[in-house]
């Protein structure tokens, strides 16, 4: 069993200006590669194409790697939702249409005084 020389690269290697490109000699720099786990001689080629990392839907790339997010509290469709009909927002109860007093914005709870409603979101 032949033994290749171990040649490890970073996934930043590409976008560097020092990378060769060759399968034996990672760049001019470090020709077998950086030892840790970031180069310190890592520098971004202006010509290089942009990465484009896939990012599953909750999850995002952080430093290179895959991260989940943690759970939204609110879909993307709920907080469009929340946005038009809270009184947060609209200053009106969403479900009698009571219009709360000019300074809404600065109130932490929205209980309708007219039909009860009662702000279960915050
Ligand atoms: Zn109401």
Redesign the pocket.
Known sequence: MIKSRAIRKLPECDRCRFYSGSPFIVCAILPAGPVGAECPHFAPDPNAEPVELWEPEGATYYNGELVLQPPQRWSREQQLELLDTHPMFTGK?P??G?IFERDYSARVHYD?P??G?MDDSV
């Open positions: 109860c479900s009698c009571y309708c007219e039909c409603w």
